[in-house]
């Protein structure tokens, strides 16, 4: 009996997809498209499209439909502008593993090593800098003809940044927890791990943040209209495009000896790593921003692709400070910034970087709206501060030594492509 009703109720389906319903259905839809649209082709059916009582959305506010080619509405150097709110997230930093602990009994020699069953990851192997943040955006430009054929304008955005932060203690009594940064020894050719609390050898703490801030954009551009009718417009966008990006990570390590067959018990070593970078692109931009508008409504979209140098900046540093009966001394290194790598650098890139943004506009009145919208920018290259560390140490650096065997760690340019995408929405203004 459940067959066969269900056999009757896909005959009625089918039945129904082929009568005249369907065809109002898709006269409906043809409608839907063509009032935003403006298609009258698509919109043909047995009830014309009516139009909208106000028309308020750009280039559509007058009763004729030619707004912007009479003296009524629009005037030489009217201008226009936005103020809007952005949340947004970014792509984050690729961490590798730089804090590691081990199953209670785990030998000295195998504590936080990489790689063993023992071993487990308590921060790193990880994405960082990619939660939302929140942002600003400001345009303002001036109509250069009553037309508004030919515009002038600049844009600046800015993000709140991102932080990420890790923190660990352990006092190193029997069963406390292990915390270890591990690394490759090149000295040794193999994986390895500095202790900084151990059972029974030392107490001792670990911290690491990584920060993603200072990003920031500037457009300085030109707009020049190249089709347009009553509802539909179509404008070709060129200028000068800045871009900054700022990315660094910090990693401290403080231990003291507490084992008492240790000679300098007591002592307190205190080790830390920065690595920085900072992005900065110029060039110039081009591309379209397009317009549909109906009534109150209209959607805008922007499209442009900027094309220029990065200029890729990165700094190392590391220092270790080891205190011995109130006395201290630091010495240059900690443990993946070394003599053979700490320093400055900074190359020059080609890059480009393509965005998109779409708005959703309500036009309260002919000259101000509000949307909601999104947008989305791609970058080709961008040197973060996790892709510049070299895991493969020689650990005859540590605490000051003289190096022995391979000149390791190495500095080596690394870059990866990068995106900001994110919700936007905002008051703009057209006097």
Not at 57 to 81: H, L, P, R, V
Not at 358 to 365: A, F, K, Q, R
Request: aromatic residues 10%; glycine residues 12%.
């Amino acid at each position: 009996m459940k067959i066969k009703t269900l056999l009757v109720a896909l005959v009625a389906l089918v039945a129904a997809t082929a009568t005249p319903g369907a065809r109002a259905q898709d006269t409906m839809v043809n409608r839907m498209v063509s009032w935003f649209t403006g298609d009258p082709a698509v919109g043909e059916g047995p009830t014309p499209v009516s139009a909208a009582p106000s028309c308020y959305a750009e280039d559509t506010c007058c009763s004729d439909g030619s707004c912007g080619c009479c003296s009524q509405c629009s005037k030489c150097y009217d201008t226009f502008g936005s103020a809007e709110f952005l949340m947004w997230w970014a792509r984050g930093t690729s961490l590798p593993p730089l804090v590691t602990t081990s199953l209670p009994g785990t030998a000295q020699a195998n504590a936080g090593v990489i790689g063993l069953n023992s071993t487990s990851t308590l921060f790193g192997d990880q994405l960082a800098g990619q939660k939302l943040q929140g942002g600003g955006r400001l345009t303002a430009g001036i109509w250069l003809d009553p037309e508004h054929n030919v515009a002038l304008g600049g844009r600046f955005f800015g993000l709140g940044g991102d932080t990420t932060r890790f923190s660990a203690s352990s006092n190193g009594t029997p069963g406390s927890q292990t915390l270890a940064i591990p690394f490759f020894n090149s000295l040794l050719g193999i994986e390895d791990a500095y202790l900084a609390s151990f059972n029974g050898l030392s107490s001792g703490s670990v911290t690491a943040h990584v920060t993603t801030n200072n990003i920031l954009g500037v457009d300085a551009f030109t707009e020049i209209m190249l089709s347009r009718d009553s509802r539909r417009r179509v404008d070709l966008v060129a200028g000068y495009q800045f871009f900054r990006l700022d990315d660094w990570m910090q990693l401290n390590a403080t231990s003291t000896i507490i084992d008492p067959n240790i000679v300098g018990v007591g002592s307190t070593l205190n080790v830390n790593d920065r690595f920085s970078t900072r992005n900065q692109f110029h060039g110039g931009q081009i591309g379209l921003r397009g317009r549909m508008a109906r009534g109150q409504w209209s959607l805008n979209m922007l499209g442009t692709a900027g094309i220029g140098n990065m200029n890729e900046s990165v700094t190392i540093a590391g220092n270790t400070t080891v205190t011995s009966g109130g006395v201290g001394s630091t010495t240059q290194g900690g443990i993946f910034a070394q003599p053979s790598n700490i320093g400055t650098y900074s190359r020059n890139v080609f890059a480009f970087i393509p965005q998109l943004t779409t708005n959703l506009n309500y036009h309260v009145t002919p000259t101000l709206s509000f949307h909601i919208g999104y947008n989305i920018i791609w970058l080709s290259n961008v040197a973060t501060s996790a892709d510049q560390i070299d895991r493969q140490v020689n650990s005859s650096q540590f605490f000051g030594g003289a190096a022995v065997g391979p000149n390791r760690p190495q500095f080596t340019f690394n870059d990866r492509e990068y995106w900001l995408q994110g919700i936007n929405w905002g008051m703009n203004w057209d006097f």
